[in-house]
């Protein structure tokens, strides 16, 4: 071979392998996605439904195409739109009859549950995971997800979240699942802490400086700034990365998140501020925003999510429960007219996907449930009344505690999901 012919040809090899190498652009304290990961998942997806979830679901804007290349049944993903950085190539399936099976598949057959009847044990088999949403306790304060209007008692929603779990765990369970938890207390999982994010919060505040040039300290106002900035990301990201881990570790069927809602208030409000009434959702994996999609791990969790298949019963289950809040409660849905984070889904007015950590992250089918507004009219004295058995007046109504009724709503709703179709999310 002819010396240039050869020199040639190392240097084409090489340039070849230099996309693989690229620097992927992560999202704050993402770890690096090991894209071999999805080798399980090649063949396993037609394109037809591949593109359908992407347009449909997962990027409906039509963001996630300006990262890719589908050549015949194989898609090139890269890093960058101008498709030089090499990110990953995903085979697909050319028709139904040629697919891969799923090695592990999420919707399996409600018959190999057990002997036990539908009836007494509608939901025996399977492993729901409770995710009270939010820190609490100490930290309350530094979440945002506390007020307090006079000498009423404080609203501390990681409070309410874990009173709605304590009561939805004993009803998931007397039904037959087994339940388990990313956390049971008002501390923490992760253990960082804001101080240990100083310099990621930096990062965020100065992405094109020089890190190693930048002063030790900085004025007041800047050093405020990344204050907050670290105990957003404790909070916001570290925390639910954390909770992440325990999802993974434990394999759930599905992931419960409990959140309650709430409408802007004052620093210091009054009841003449709570709103007139609550408005509900439940949020589904999707909606992924070309901002977001500029992160490569965010693709990878895309991706995953797609792949593994949890769309169908993020949907089913979402609906169902859905279905319970708007009978219990008959408030109205959420319709986010005005912005573009949430985007509307399936046939329930209350279910929207939207890219929120949790449910992109956690590897199992997630539903992220917002409650009542803990500042409307309807629900902030049922609120402040805290959890009880049996009713009690309040404002000249009997009612349950509104923790039971949303347990309620939870429980009944993953009953009627799971009982009303031959399919159940059951892992392998």
Not at 100 to 116: F, Q
Not at 160 to 180: I, P, S
Not at 279 to 302: A, I
Not at 385 to 392: I, L, M, S, V
Request: hydrophobic share 40%.
């Amino acid at each position: 071979m002819q010396k240039g012919l050869f020199l040639a040809i190392v240097f084409f090899f090489f340039q070849s392998l230099i996309p693989l190498f690229a620097v992927q652009k992560l999202s704050p304290l993402a770890p690096s996605p090991d894209w071999s990961r999805l080798d399980q998942f090649q063949e396993t997806i037609t394109r037809d439904e591949f593109v359908q979830l992407i347009n449909t679901l997962y990027s409906p804007s039509g963001s996630f195409w300006r990262y890719t290349i589908i050549n015949g049944n194989e898609v090139t993903i890269y890093s960058d739109t101008e498709h030089n950085e090499l990110l990953y190539r995903l085979r697909l399936a050319p028709d139904p009859e040629s697919q891969v099976p799923l090695k592990a598949n999420w919707v399996s057959n409600i018959k190999t549950r057990g002997e036990e009847p539908l009836e007494t044990k509608p939901l025996k088999g399977l492993i729901i995971c409770l995710d009270p949403g939010h820190i609490g306790g100490k930290w309350a304060k530094m979440e945002e997800r506390f007020f307090q209007i006079g000498s009423d008692p404080p609203v501390i929603e990681a409070e309410l979240n874990m009173n709605v779990c304590k009561r939805a765990a004993k009803l998931l369970e007397d039904a037959g699942a087994r339940v388990v938890w990313t956390k049971k207390d008002y501390e923490p999982v992760t253990e960082l802490r804001p101080a240990n994010l100083r310099k990621d919060a930096i990062a965020l505040l100065f992405p094109f400086e020089n890190q190693d040039n930048l002063p030790y300290r900085f004025s007041d106002e800047i050093e405020k700034k990344i204050s907050l900035t670290a105990e957003r990301l404790f909070y916001r990201n570290a925390e639910i990365r954390a909770r992440a881990e325990i999802v993974d570790r434990l394999r759930p069927d599905i992931t419960i998140c409990v959140h309650f809602n709430a409408d802007k208030w004052s620093e210091h409000p009054t009841r003449e501020e709570l709103v007139p009434k609550s408005k509900l959702v439940v949020f589904v994996n999707g909606n992924y925003s070309e901002e977001e999609l500029v992160f490569d791990d965010q693709k990878w969790d895309m991706l995953y999510k797609l792949l593994s298949r949890t769309a169908l019963p993020e949907l089913e289950i979402s609906e169902a429960v859905a279905k319970e809040m708007e009978v219990v409660w008959n408030f109205p849905p959420e319709t986010y007219t005005n912005w573009s984070a949430a985007y509307k889904v399936g046939k329930s007015p209350y279910v929207f996907a939207r890219n929120l950590l949790a449910n992109r992250i956690y590897h199992s089918p997630v539903v992220f449930i917002e409650g009542p507004y803990m500042n409307s009219h309807d629900s902030y004295d049922r609120i402040i009344a805290g959890d009880y058995d049996g009713n009690k007046n309040i404002n000249g109504k009997s009612v349950k505690s509104i923790f039971v009724e949303y347990a309620e709503i939870i429980t009944q709703g993953i009953i009627s999901w799971a009982t009303s179709k031959q399919g159940i999310v059951v892992q392998e």
